[in-house]
């Protein structure tokens, strides 16, 4: 049981370029979140998705989409990348909707956009 | 305006000495809350969390939080810390209303020295 992986590690970008961030949770859990985490601002969230082929935006959702095709992965996609999206971006999990529920998380990609 | 306050940004303690970090929130009704650390270069994990009953809850690793409705807070205490507690300390709230949403603090980082 991994939990929830992330891919890749940590990648170097140059402005403008695109990529896929990857998300995959082996829980069977219904909800994933994407989150950025910037010095001193704590966690932000990007975009969630409540369940197998929906997505909705977070606090921070402009210049990222996502999807969910499979219930087990959420990716993530930066079009053209930004020196404000240099960040470390991670994914979590949890069972359902229910407020209460202890969410997951990934161990983190380390994004660095010049 | 941030919604979870966490007061303080960086507390730094020898070993043995007691633990309090202040987390406050603005929202009205019915909240969760949380508190995460993340050990150096490792992801998230959950401390504790409250979502009814006791106020007071204990968490892993000998750390406790209590729940004061009418300060609208949840600071985390821990008696006697030490050297291997040095991380980063996120407070989160989920509400009632915003199904699975957290919103976290801006992270407090403590340091313990031996």
């Known amino acids: 049981n991994a939990g929830v992986t992330q891919t890749p590690k940590f990648r170097v970008l140059k402005t403008g370029q695109s990529m896929t961030l990857l998300c995959a949770q082996d829980?069977?859990?219904?909800?994933m979140y994407w989150y950025r985490q910037d010095p001193g601002m704590g966690l932000r969230l990007i975009h969630y998705?409540?369940?197998?082929?929906?997505?909705a935006k977070g606090e921070v959702p402009d210049g990222y989409n996502v999807s969910r095709l499979k219930k087990q992965n959420f990716l993530l996609g930066l079009e053209s990348a930004a020196p404000s999206q240099t960040s470390v971006y991670f994914c979590?999990?949890?069972?359902?909707?229910?407020?209460?529920?202890?969410?997951?998380f990934g161990p983190g990609t380390r994004l660095t956009v010049l | 305006a941030q919604s979870v306050s966490q007061h303080n940004h960086h507390v730094i303690l020898s070993e043995a000495a007691s633990l309090e970090l202040g987390c406050n929130y603005s929202y009205g009704g019915t909240v969760n809350l949380f508190w995460y650390v993340q050990y150096p270069g490792q992801h998230l994990q959950l401390l504790l969390k409250y979502f009814s009953g006791d106020p007071l809850v204990k968490g892993i690793k000998g750390f406790e939080a209590e729940f004061i409705k009418s300060k609208f807070s949840f600071n985390l205490r821990k008696p006697s810390v030490q050297w291997s507690d040095t991380a980063e300390y996120f407070c989160a709230v989920t509400r009632g209303s915003t199904l699975g949403r957290l919103y976290f603090g801006r992270g407090t980082q403590l340091t313990v020295w031996p």
């Open positions: 829980m069977n859990h219904e909800y």
């Open positions: 979590a999990s949890s069972r359902d909707s229910a407020p209460y529920n202890e969410q997951f």
């Open positions: 998705s409540v369940g197998e082929g929906t997505t």
